[in-house]
């Protein structure tokens, strides 16, 4: 008989699983269900970005193992983003290393700095490779959660001094996903305290950092470098999810008890996909073009709730949109209505990617999170649906 590991055994069923089959079952009666569901954006990688990937295939012809920190050029691309786009300057040999998707290195990070009974913390609503990266490295998850009365920013006050005593790492996520959220510069100035305070290293996940909508989305390294490293990634700024590539940079210290981690993991993201970053990289015109695409998708699904009376919490930056459910449903009551055949959306309840804390509630209960990527044509169909729905 196989028995997989303790950690194994004690991870939870897969979120999406319920959603997936009753959408499934509609698609199988031949109803056209609009998915909102998950976050992987369905429009094609830019095409200056494919050839440059093509291109690179021919040049790196004996292919070898890449580097596992990255082509020099690529770091070097990656400084000098990040000084046109933050003013702060990295050292390419450094301060900066590749990863295989920003997942990648988000899993694996605390690997690095963990002992047993240390912990992490994080957000909830968050992404799920904070905790379950922290499991693997044999960390406990202390979650914070992400509440709508604290403009969906940490209360460090609330973080019992025990923990923060135990604690090695805070994860941080602006602009947020699921709730859209951006950090200001005060906020990062009081996270980068409590963090410089207590001795914890400030990892913040900066993956959707170039989908923002009014005031620019900053990095928590335009604060300090000290003690700070900030997770990159191309696959939201530029539809990249296949590719698998991204980037942690900042403090020089924990970039370097990183890199030998990673030398013993993987080896690196192919020389190809890296060229496809540098092209991506060095055009911000693009991703200008894809910051007014998901503008007009929001503005379409505002209106559609508005008209139903919901108030529209606008996020600020992501594809996402956390809305508050309609009174006398709670997230999955209202996920199952707007899936009923007369609206057909699917959104994923926010119960489902929030977890219970302390004091035993939920964050996510009374919110439903919409990923809008679909089409401009499919998401005005959406907003036309949701006008008419009866609640
Ligand atoms: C908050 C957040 N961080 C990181 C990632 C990882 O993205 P990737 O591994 O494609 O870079 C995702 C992907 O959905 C995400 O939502």
Redo the contacts with the bound molecule.
Sequence with gaps: MIIPSQKIQSLPPYAFAEMDRLVGQLKNQGVDVIDFGT?DPRDETPKFVRDAATEAIEEYKSAGYPSYIGLPEFRITIAAWYKRRFNVELNPDTEITSTV????G?FNFPQAFINPGDVVIMPTPG?PPYSRGTLFAGGQSFLYPLLEENNFYPDFSKIPAEVVKRAKILWL?YPN?PTGKLATKKFYETAVDFCESHNIILAS?E??IDLYFKEKAISALEISKKGVVA?H?L?KRNNM?GYRV?FVCGDSEIINAFKKLKTNIDSGTPNFMQAAAIAALNDDRHSEEMRQKYNRRRELIFEGLRKIGLRVLEPEGTFYIWQRVPDGYDSISFAKRLLEKDCAIAVTPGEWISDTIADGTNPGKYYVRFALVEDEKRVAEASQRLAKLKL
Excluded at 101 to 104: L, M, P, Y
């Design positions: 976050g998707g920003s997942k990648e988000i992404y996520c996903s996940d993956c959707y997770f990634s696959s999810t991204g």
